[in-house]
């Protein structure tokens, strides 16, 4: 598949632009449901593990663009208007308007982290907007569990914050119909979890780095599209 202008990769189900999603691509805009991990705005860095991006037995320090506030994350929801939207956040910023339900990553595989500390996160908020969402009896739980070692999705996938494919694929299993948007696509979970529900998908990343870790790692996926008509 050749690549032009900064159309990255295309598919049947997925498509991923390189860029900016608030000024340089905004196809997202004509999705149907927001699912997306955007800066946090908490100014988020430091030292991810081994990254395959920067070549083997580097683990140099990293920041997360744009994380410097919720600006981004805040403008790109204006832009989504009351449309149906699944965010990641930290409680350490404002949640997003209009939040309707609060759901928690429980990360269960997270590392044991520092020998000598009082506390170690290992939940993050999910904020559910809009109307639309799937019922079920009984009702998913807002505390949703993963067990994946958390430094090792970082080390093998080579992104700071890689969201589990099963976390992913559970959320938009709640999501209404219709194409997914993912402006803030990073390791391309969203992506990923979309096709393998066979639901079509439009991502957009800013940084060239990861819409390559995103390309990769859907060419390496092999998928039956046949099975999902």
Same mark, same amino acid.
């Given at each position: 598949?050749?690549?032009?202008?900064? %159309?990255?990769?295309?598919?049947?189900?997925?498509?991923?632009?390189?860029?900016?999603?608030?000024?340089?691509?905004?196809?997202?805009?004509?999705?149907?449901? %927001?699912?997306?991990?955007?800066?946090?705005?908490?100014?988020?860095?430091?030292?991810?593990?081994?990254?395959?991006?920067?070549?083997?037995?580097?683990?140099?320090?990293?920041?997360?663009?744009?994380?410097?506030?919720?600006a981004c994350?805040?403008?790109?929801?204006?832009?989504?208007?009351?449309?149906?939207? /699944? /965010?990641?956040?930290?409680?350490?910023?404002?949640?997003?308007?209009?939040?309707?339900?609060?759901?928690?990553?429980?990360?269960?595989?997270?590392?044991?982290?520092?020998?000598?500390?009082?506390?170690?996160?290992?939940?993050?908020?999910?904020?559910?907007?809009?109307?639309?969402?799937?019922?079920?009896? @009984? @009702?998913?739980?807002?505390?949703?569990?993963?067990?994946?070692?958390?430094?090792?999705?970082?080390?093998?996938?080579?992104?700071?914050?890689p969201k589990?494919?099963?976390?992913?694929?559970?959320?938009?299993?709640?999501?209404?119909?219709?194409?997914?948007?993912?402006?803030?696509?990073?390791?391309?979970?969203?992506?990923?979890?979309?096709?393998?529900?066979?639901?079509?998908?439009?991502? /957009?990343?800013?940084?060239?780095?990861?819409?390559?870790?995103?390309?990769?790692?859907?060419?390496?996926? /092999?998928?039956?599209?046949?099975? %999902?008509?």
């Amino acid at each position: 598949m050749g690549r032009r202008l900064s %159309l990255y990769y295309q598919d049947d189900y997925i498509t991923l632009y390189h860029g900016d999603c608030l000024t340089e691509h905004r196809e997202w805009l004509g999705a149907d449901v %927001l699912v997306t991990d955007p800066p946090y705005g908490i100014k988020l860095s430091g030292e991810w593990g081994t990254f395959r991006v920067d070549g083997p037995k580097k683990s140099p320090k990293r920041s997360i663009a744009n994380d410097n506030s919720t600006a981004c994350r805040d403008e790109a929801l204006r832009e989504w208007t009351s449309r149906p939207a /699944v /965010v990641f956040g930290s409680w350490r910023s404002a949640r997003p308007m209009g939040t309707r339900h609060r759901l928690i990553w429980h990360k269960a595989g997270a590392s044991p982290g520092p020998a000598n500390s009082t506390f170690l996160p290992n939940d993050e908020e999910i904020y559910i907007l809009g109307d639309g969402f799937i019922k079920s009896s @009984p @009702p998913q739980r807002t505390v949703i569990t993963t067990k994946e070692g958390r430094g090792t999705q970082v080390r093998d996938i080579g992104h700071p914050t890689p969201k589990p494919i099963d976390l992913m694929e559970t959320l938009i299993g709640r999501c209404p119909p219709g194409v997914i948007a993912d402006p803030f696509a990073g390791s391309g979970a969203t992506l990923i979890a979309a096709r393998n529900l066979g639901r079509k998908s439009i991502g /957009v990343e800013l940084e060239e780095k990861y819409c390559e870790i995103i390309a990769k790692r859907l060419d390496q996926q /092999v998928i039956d599209f046949g099975s %999902l008509v």
